[in-house]
């Protein structure tokens, strides 16, 4: 089954961008994955789904500063222009013919 | 807009049984997969399990597998998750989550419920 690694923590200034990451094991890189914001004492919300192409489709009412894009086995967040309320952990999730996975997550810290 | 609220959770002790629902609106409930996933305090996201829009192929995380059974009541627009022999390491907010695309099992999730407490503990 497959397996997603992130990093455990990013930090960035507000107003500034950043780039998260998440990687598909070996054997799986061609894998969609979807990414998913939890901020502090909430429940996740679902950001975009992103395919091995790099194509991206964002649900409803993730602003423009949200964008997707892959390399290889590597998936890609971006988010330009950080505020402040973007301080959250950031999940990948991905899915198999009997499972589905996520990743541990990369806590966001907004200076 | 979509709308998931669980329901059921609780203090219950070691050995113990609990059972989660999930009440569905706003959407054709009985065309989307719909799954359970959990998070124990402090951690991060773990998938439970899933169930086809029919219930008639569900699927369990190893850890659960043989002590919880997801199910659901098209009829009803909910979703259940019965957990037995309930262990410490079932602590977790539980969450009801739909996946995207109509009829396909292989689906991002979507949309997802405000989560219900589960403590096990004596």
């Known amino acids: 089954q497959p397996v997603l690694t992130q990093s455990s923590s990013a930090s960035a200034s507000l107003g500034s961008s950043v780039k998260l990451t998440c990687t598909l094991s070996?054997?799986?890189?061609?894998?969609?994955v979807a990414w998913h914001q939890q901020q502090p004492g909430k429940a996740p919300r679902y950001l975009m789904k992103l395919e091995f192409s790099g194509n991206y489709n964002k649900g409803s009412g993730v602003p423009d500063r949200f964008s997707g894009s892959s390399s290889g086995a590597d998936r890609y967040l971006a988010i330009s222009n950080l505020q402040s309320d973007d301080e959250a952990n950031y999940y990948c999730?991905?899915?198999?013919?009997?499972?589905?996975?996520f990743g541990g997550g990369t806590n966001l810290t907004v200076l | 807009e979509v709308q998931l609220l669980e329901s059921g959770g609780g203090l219950v002790q070691p050995g113990g049984s609990l059972r989660l629902s999930c009440a569905a609106s706003e959407f054709t409930f009985s065309t989307y997969v719909m799954s359970w996933v959990r998070q124990a305090p402090g951690k991060g996201l773990e998938w439970v399990s899933t169930?086809?829009?029919?219930?008639?192929?569900?699927n369990y995380a190893d850890s659960v597998k043989g002590r919880f059974t997801i199910s659901r009541d098209n009829s009803k627009h909910t979703l259940y998750l019965q957990m037995n022999s309930l262990r410490a390491d079932d602590t977790a907010v539980y969450y009801c989550?739909?996946?995207?695309?109509?009829?396909?099992?292989?689906?991002?999730?979507?949309?997802w419920g405000q989560g219900t407490l589960v403590t096990v503990s004596s």
């Open positions: 169930i086809s829009d029919s219930g008639g192929r569900t």
């Open positions: 070996r054997g799986h890189s061609s894998y969609m």
């Open positions: 989550a739909k996946t995207a695309d109509s009829g396909n099992y292989f689906s991002p999730t979507d949309y």
């Open positions: 999730e991905t899915w198999d013919t009997n499972t589905r996975v």
